[in-house]
């Protein structure tokens, strides 16, 4: 397990310093960074990674905010890779250990040989260029996530990983304001916001740092979810590490990004978030009846600035979406068909392109050029695409796309994956009693954080951005390592009974 030098590590505000001093460097760079940069960059993150191993993903996971290099396969995947790919060669055996869980080892085994497999076999092979930074972008997330799945999930990482979590997503709520209401405006700038292929054109719904609305809106409803549990914790505050104000404002922050994102799927599961928590909470630790006050009262503050702020948010705009589906008449065959999700052509669309052929080897991952022609089946280019659904190269579903990325095989390795972090943090919350000297409540906000992001998923795919997927796979490296400390400190207690 990988542990940081006490003595050297980083506190928060150093790790916020070096990330906003990163992406102020890389601001004006132009479309992609010159070889100096990348250079520049490696060695620092090398040198960030070998003082503490814990920064180092941390960085990592706020740079990945931003969508520098998109059309590469992200620019901050490049450097993890170059590092992580250093790193492994100067101490291999951390790397034959894998992520410490036998299952998650043979799942991700899978997945890579399907995914390398297909790239080779499938790919578009004279697209040379392409090839490489789409080897590079899955790898990147390979090696992160095996190396995040190996930090030692203490006390101190827990507060910075929240921590982190927070400066994120002020980051991504501050850039979707500025994209709403164009407080400062610039023809290239990935810090606030603005592209050459937006710039001057109203925003309906804000991108935010990941250029992607959707996703935008989905990762601030997860966050709701992750930052509730915690909300409703005492033995949280009892550390003396958070306070109660700090984790609401998140929330209402959260809240006022699914306005401005305008995604309905995740305002709904919002919504539905806080019947789910209450009973989670109840089962599984006390809730202190002003803890429940409290966070309702957080529920009811964040409607009210909602409602205040709505003509500078889009607040109409945002029910206007509703218009075009009927909740009450919801049904499961038409969620899955699309139909009551206003998704059928779509979902239509990917089933027709799944039944084209058998799909044993997918094309592998690669960069968005190349995935877009390979999932819709013929070639269209980003700044092509035509507004026919059946030209869009999305079906806006995850478990649709990922058996042309990595055949049937590799996409049932990949959602076991996650199925698996989910199945083995519900039994240590049913086993908490063994895991008492380590916060509960965290427990429950990672397994929130994945259930949600699972049932999300089904309407949108997380793979349409590489720097999002990045977010994705540390996330579930250090959940992964949030469990790999539970069934450590459950094995000594074992131990402890025993002798």
């Known amino acids: 397990m990988l542990q940081a030098n006490k003595y050297r590590e980083f506190n928060i505000q150093q790790i916020f310093l070096l990330t906003i001093g990163s992406l102020i460097c890389i601001e004006f760079s132009g479309y992609f960074p010159s070889g100096t940069q990348y250079l520049f960059f490696t060695i620092l993150f090398y040198y960030i990674l070998k003082r503490d191993k814990s920064a180092f993903i941390l960085i990592a996971f706020i740079l990945s905010h931003y969508s520098y290099g ?18 492994y060669i100067q101490n291999p055996r951390h790397l ?13 085994t899978i997945l890579i040989i399907f995914s390398i497999s297909g790239l080779i076999i499938n790919g578009y092979l004279t697209y040379h260029q392409n090839i490489i930074y789409g080897f590079i972008s899955f790898f990147s997330y390979i090696l992160m996530f095996i190396f995040a799945s190996q930090i030692d999930f203490s006390q101190r990482i827990l507060k910075l990983v929240i921590q982190t979590l927070s400066i994120g997503i ?5 850039t979707g304001l500025n994209q709403r209401l164009s ?3 610039m023809e290239q700038s990935y810090l606030l916001g603005f592209n050459p292929f937006n710039y001057n054109k109203p925003y309906i719904e804000s991108l935010s740092t ?27 505050y009892n550390s003396g590490k958070f306070n109660r104000v700090s984790i609401a404002l998140i929330i209402i922050i959260c809240s006022i990004n699914l306005i401005l994102a305008r995604t309905r799927s995740a305002i709904i599961l919002s919504v539905l978030l806080i019947p789910l928590i209450t009973v989670i909470s109840l089962r599984f630790y006390r809730i202190y009846l002003n803890n429940y006050i409290f966070y309702i009262l957080t529920v009811i503050l964040s409607s009210l600035i909602i409602i205040i702020l709505g003509s500078y948010i889009g607040f109409s705009k945002s029910l206007e979406r509703f218009d075009d589906v009927n909740i009450s008449k919801m049904t499961v065959s038409g969620v899955i068909s699309g139909e009551d999700i206003n998704r059928e052509g779509r979902i239509a669309f990917g089933l027709y392109r799944l039944s084209s052929k058998n799909w044993f080897l997918g094309n592998g991952w ?17 700044n092509q695409m035509s507004k026919d659904t059946h030209d869009t190269g999305t079906f806006h579903s995850l ?14 390795a990949f959602i076991l994956l996650f199925l698996n972090i989910i199945i083995q943090i519900w039994h240590i919350i049913f086993r908490r009693k063994t895991v008492m000297n380590f916060n509960p409540s ?10 949600l992001f699972l049932i999300d998923e089904y309407k949108i795919e997380m793979n349409r951005s590489p720097n999002y997927q990045m977010m994705i796979w540390i996330l579930l490296g250090l959940s992964f390592a949030l469990v790999n400390k539970a069934n450590k400190l459950s094995a000594k207690n074992n131990e402890n009974t025993y002798n």
């Open 366 to 382: 690669n960069t968005s050029d190349i995935n877009i022609i390979n999932l819709s089946g013929h070639n269209v280019t980003i």
């Open 183 to 185: 407080i400062i405006t």
């Open 442 to 451: 965290i427990y429950i906000s990672f397994f929130l954080f994945w259930v």
């Open 399 to 412: 478990y649709l796309t990922l058996p042309i990325y990595y055949g049937w095989f590799g996409a049932i």
């Open 70 to 87: 998109f059309e590469k396969g992200g620019f901050w995947n490049h450097i993890i890779f170059l590092v992580l790919i250093y790193y």
């Open 170 to 174: 002020v980051l991504m709520f501050l």
């Open 210 to 236: 990941l250029f992607n609305s959707e996703l935008f809106g989905e990762y601030s409803m997860l966050l709701i979810g992750f930052f509730s549990p915690l909300f409703l914790s005492n033995k949280l």
């Open 96 to 108: 034959r250990k894998l992520t410490g869980n036998r299952l998650s080892n043979f799942l991700l």
